[in-house]
Structure formats: C-alpha cells, structure tokens
C-alpha cells in the first residue's frame, strides 16, 4: 500500500514562489524513485521534474529548468517542489508520483505506479 498526499497549493501572482509538498505513506522511502507532473486546462499530464532515491541526481522539464527545484528528505518520507519565478502557463493541478524501480530520468507517467490526489496551483497575471 503506497499513499501519496500533496499540499502547498495555491493562488500566487506571477512573478511569485510557492513550495509544495508530497508525505509518503511507504515503508522505506528511499526505496523510491519519485517525481512531479502537471495537467493544465484543457491538457494532457505532463513532466515537471523527478529525484533519484537518494537524492543525488535530478531532472527537469525544460519549461521549468532554473525555475524550479526538487529535493527530497528521506528521514520526513517527504519530496518537495519549490516554484519560483512563477508564471500564469504553470497553473495546473500538480502531481507527486512513485515508482520503486530505479531506471533515471523517467518522464513518462507509464513508468510510475503511484500518483497522488494533486494539488491545485493558479497563477494570475
């Protein structure tokens, strides 16, 4: 049984930052490589950024490269999106997914077996 919860939604001006959140209910963490997706409006999901298991590698999007981070702290089960330099095309709904294989990059939603719920992000102009 693997539950992932996101939080840290919001509305936000462009220009602006905002950090989400994903608690993983697993049983060892670390175990797991993780990542983040978005659905806009009228969009299909797409790739946002994913963290290797143990935090040592990183990949993002090139729509959101220099813009945004993931990190991961495996003692809190927690992966987190930091957003900076927001702008109106990154509203969407945010996804935290999971998957135990260790296979890096992966940007295909095909590859990750657990999603959570999302969380809502709107940026105004």
């Known amino acids: 049984q693997v539950q992932l919860v996101e939080s840290g939604g919001g509305l936000v001006q462009a220009g602006g930052s905002l950090r989400l959140s994903c608690a993983a209910s697993?049983?060892?963490?670390?175990?797991?490589?993780m990542g983040w997706f978005r659905r806009a409006p009228g969009k299909e999901r797409e790739f946002v950024a994913t963290?290797?298991?143990?935090?040592?590698?990183?990949y993002y999007a090139d729509s959101v490269k220099g813009r945004f981070t993931i990190s991961r702290d495996n003692a809190k089960n927690t992966v987190y999106l930091q957003m900076n330099s927001l702008k109106p095309e990154d509203t969407a709904v945010y996804y935290c997914?999971?998957?135990?294989?260790?296979?890096?990059?992966?940007?295909?939603?095909?590859?990750?077996?657990?999603w959570g719920q999302g969380t809502q992000v709107t940026v105004s102009s």
């Open positions: 997914a999971a998957k135990r294989s260790a296979g890096f990059p992966a940007r295909t939603e095909s590859l990750y077996p657990y």
């Open positions: 963290i290797s298991m143990s935090g040592s590698s990183t």
């Open positions: 697993v049983r060892t963490f670390s175990s797991y490589t």
